[in-house]
C-alpha cells in the first residue's frame, strides 16, 4: 500500500527509536523504565515493572525480532527473568507484564523462557478469576491510587489479558484460559463500552452476579466523561479480543464502535487530548500514549475489517496518527531540537494526582514503536 505521508520516514522514526531503546538499555542497571524526562531523557523507573515494565521488555522483543542484533535478544531476555517474581501479583495489571514482556518473546523471537515465563504469568492471572461473577477483578495489588480489589473492573488490561490468555491456550491446549478471556472481555462491554461508542474507564461489579453497580473512572477527568486512555485501550481490547477470541462477533462490533467514536472526536491534528472531555480543551494536555495505543488498534482493525473499505479508511487514519505522533512530538521535532532522539513527548500519565503530565510513558514508546514496525512493513498487525 502507498504510504500518505511523504514528509515523515517510518525508517527514520524507527531509527530513533532504537536508539532511544539502546540507551536505555546501557544506562539502567536495575529499576524498569517507567515514565522520562522529556528534555534529559532521564528514568524515574519502577524497582519491579509496576503495571508497565512489560511494555519495555516488548519495546526489546520487537528492536529484536526487527534487527536479529544479538544484544536486544539478551537484554530482552534479562528484563524477563527480572519480570519472573510478579507471576505472583494480586494485580490484573500482570497481563501487561507478561504479555508484552513474556510472550512476545515466544510470538516474535521463538524465546522458551519467553513461553516459560508467560504461561507462568497466565496461570497465576487465570487464577484471580471470579466464576460467579465472569470476571477478573482488578485485584488488591492493583496499580491505582483507590478503588482496587476484587469488586473492581477496569477497560485498561482487556486487551492483553485476551492475548495473554489465549496465547496460553494456544500453547498449552487447554481452552479454559480463553475461555475466561471471553467471559471477561463480554464482561467488559457491559462494564464500559457505552451506546454511543465512547468508553467509560471503570465499574464496581456485584462479586455473587457480576452486576454493575457503579460506573467510575481512575484516571479521567469525571465520571461520565472519556478519558483518552479509556478509549484508546477499549479499541485495543476489542481488536485483541477479535483477533485472539475467533467467532465472536460483539468483539468486532465493539471495537470498530470504539474506533468510530475516536475517529469522529479526536481534534483535527490527529492528537488526543488527555480527556475528550476536559472543559480546559485546548489549554489542556495532550496524551500522546493515548494516541499511540489507538493508532496500533486502528492498524489491527484494518486488517481485520470484513469490509475493504472501512479497512483502509482505519488504515489511513493510523497512518495519519502516527505521521502526527512522528511529525510534532518523537525527538527531535525541528532541526534545533537537541533533546536525546526518539522519545515520544507529551504523554500524560495522570493529572488527577499530577503525575508525570508531559512526560515520555514507557508504554506510549512500545505502542508507537509497534505501529512503525507495522507501517514499516515489518510486522504484521496481528502478529501481537
Ligand atoms: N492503568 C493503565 C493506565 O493508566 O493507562
Redesign the pocket.
Known sequence: MAKRSPDVSWQDAIGSMLRRIETTATSLAAGFPHYGDPDTGSWTTSPAGD?TGGHWVGELWLASADTAEPRYREWAARWCAALRPRASSDTI?RS?LFYYGAALGDILCNDPNGQAIGLEGARGLAAMYNARAQVLPLGGE???ASDVGDGEA?I??VGSICGLLAWASEKTGDESCRRIAREHALRHIDFCVREDGSVGQSATFDKQTGAVLRRYT??GYSERSTWG?AQA?GMLAYVLAARWIPGERAFLEAAEMTAEWWLARVPVDNVAYWDFDDPAIPNTFRDT??TAIAAAALLKLAALAPDRARGQRYREAAEDTVQALVAGYLTPTDAEDRRPPGILTQGC??PRIGLATRNELI?GDYYLFEALQVLAGRLSPLAV
Request: glycine content about 0%; proline content about 0%.
Open positions: 503495571w495489571f501487561f492493583a496499580e491505582e477496569s485498561d488490561a481512575h484516571k486512555r485501550w500514549s493515548a500519565y495522570n508504554w
